[in-house]
């Protein structure tokens, strides 16, 4: 790809295509703009046979996304699973794409590729703004959870594991460049940084224009106050072309000025994260570190945790005893291994997969179910009576949990989506609940998560107070209750879903209510809430 052609690629900027659905959300739907991408690939092709004098830029191009679908060959899933692979996907076909339309306008053989483009427009996926949104936070999101080296991830390199292609300089100065936009200063500086290195590895690094380049990313820094690196780029401008950029001398001394005295301001300084923000708070880091294992149960918890065959609760007791494992005692946490098989399993994913929609939460000042950005995920609900699989899953937990299944809310599937997450949150309601507009009238006495999938990296189910970590397994259940006896809330059980940080990450919610429990779980004579009060505003 000639130079002029590689930056006019940044130089266009972030436009909003046209979009047949929101794709960051779910993983799912990724498939579809890789399709898409073998569609443009095709036409792009069509036209560089009948313009050779394009193909020296053009081919190349085509080469370099060819080398990214033989790739994702071998397993789609796996490709579309990685959080890089899917922001460059999103990047190609937001940015990059009608960066090739812009060069064939201005030939005289454009109109057949043109009009083939426009008739895609109307009929293909392409992402949208608010894709490229969430495709950006969601690699910021993996890079913070898990403390992720911007340059190892940059690289491929997840966890020190290679799982895809690196990103290219313009890969990485375009999502530095959207977080500019969006106001994420300090985590602009690491991905512009790591823009620029790779730049100065090119070949074409000490032409004119990409040192022209290199200007407009040192003002970025000089704008966030990073004068260490808006004082590098000059350095080293200043060191190819010294005479033909006399210009940036005052700037500079300017910069090593700022330096010495230690002056702090720009954007990175006037922009502070309010004080009740949550995600500075000391519960949201607590979530982080049992997401990165840095916090688990202490040895003396799981003293006396057991592993046991567990026969049921006699209703209809099945043939095969479940294979229960206690995780926690108090509050009591179990994961069954084996529940349902990975035939069933599967099934359960493409029943789900054509209905799926953004999942939503439930807004507290607006009592309303809404989508939010600590929830990146997708899903659709079933009746148990709809498919066998699924009235199997309702009778095991009933089995398992002794509990009556005729207040249990729809089977719930969700899919995770890029870096998709869950931050921690309750599943019962809060006292400002308004039962009036909901059907089962009563609280969520249990939840119960069946696995449908394996996650490669992250993705775990957390639980900060506790903490504890569980991870995915396809065919098991985990299961807990979210209220204690008197009915209240049990704040120890907050849970979150980890980002996921290479995978896919299926799984069914169970969600129970209080309704006709009372025979099977009844309450105590005396309130037992106490000891989860202390959670309940934890700081």
């Not at 996304?65 to 397993?75: F, P, V, Y």
């Not at 599967?346 to 009592?367: C, D, F, I, M, N």
């Amino acid at each position: 790809m000639k130079l002029s052609a590689a930056f006019g690629i940044l130089l266009l900027g972030l436009q909003v295509l046209a979009s047949n659905g929101e794709f960051f959300s779910s993983t799912s739907g990724l498939e579809q703009l890789l399709r898409t991408e073998v569609m443009l690939m095709i036409e792009l092709q069509k036209y560089v046979n009948e313009i050779r004098q394009h193909a020296d830029i053009l081919q190349g191009e085509i080469d370099a996304i060819k080398s990214e679908h033989l790739s994702a060959a071998n397993s789609v899933e796996g490709y579309l699973n990685n959080p890089v692979n899917a922001f460059r996907l999103i990047k190609r076909l937001h940015s990059d794409w009608e960066t090739f339309e812009s060069t064939v306008e201005r030939e005289p053989s454009r109109t057949n590729f043109l009009g083939a483009m426009a008739g895609h427009r109307e009929n293909l996926s392409f992402p949208t703004q608010e894709d490229f949104v969430g495709t950006a936070l969601a690699m910021t999101r993996l890079q913070q959870t898990y403390q992720l080296d911007v340059g190892e991830l940059a690289s491929g390199m997840l966890n020190g594991i290679k799982y895809g292609a690196a990103m290219s300089w313009q890969d990485c100065f375009v999502l530095g460049q959207h977080l500019y936009s969006m106001r994420d200063f300090n985590n602009t500086v690491p991905w512009m940084q790591q823009s620029m290195q790779l730049l100065v590895k090119q070949s074409y690094s000490k032409d004119s224009e990409a040192l022209d380049f290199m200007e407009t990313v040192m003002g970025y820094h000089e704008s966030m106050g990073d004068y260490e690196n808006a004082l590098h780029l000059i350095n080293h401008v200043l060191a190819v072309q010294p005479d033909q950029r006399l210009h940036l001398l005052e700037t500079r001394a300017h910069l090593e000025q700022l330096i010495s005295d230690g002056v702090k301001r720009g954007l990175m300084h006037e922009v502070a994260r309010s004080p009740d923000d949550y995600h500075i708070s000391r519960e949201y880091r607590v979530y982080q570190q049992v997401c990165r294992e840095e916090l688990r149960p202490a040895p003396a918890a799981q003293r006396y945790l057991r592993c046991r065959l567990f026969a049921g609760n006699g209703r209809k007791s099945s043939y095969v005893p479940y294979k229960l494992e206690e995780l926690h005692l108090d509050p009591y946490i179990i994961q069954v291994h084996d529940v349902i098989s990975a035939r069933d399993t599967a099934e359960l994913q493409h029943l789900a997969r054509p209905e799926l929609q953004r999942s939503q939460v439930y807004s507290r000042t607006g009592h309303e179910h809404i989508s939010a950005n600590f929830r990146t995920s997708q899903g659709t609900t079933f009746e148990y009576t709809e498919h066998p699989i699924m009235q199997k899953m309702s009778h095991h937990v009933a089995e398992i949990s002794g509990l009556d299944m005729r207040s249990a809310e729809q089977l719930q599937i969700a899919n995770y989506g890029i870096g998709g997450h869950y931050e921690p949150h309750m599943d019962s309601f809060p006292d400002s609940y308004d039962y009036s507009l909901n059907m089962y009238k009563t609280n969520r006495l249990a939840t119960g998560i069946y696995y449908l999938s394996n996650v490669e990296a992250g993705g775990g189910t957390a639980f900060p107070f506790l903490p504890l970590l569980v991870t995915p397994e396809r065919g098991s259940l985990l299961f807990w209750y979210n209220l204690h006896r008197s009915g209240d809330p049990d704040y120890r059980t907050k849970h979150a879903a980890c980002p996921v940080l290479q995978g896919s990450k299926w799984i069914a919610n169970v969600w129970i209510r209080l309704s006709n429990q009372d025979q099977v779980r009844p309450c105590e004579l005396q309130r037992d809430h106490e000891i989860s009060l202390p959670y309940m505003d934890f700081k």
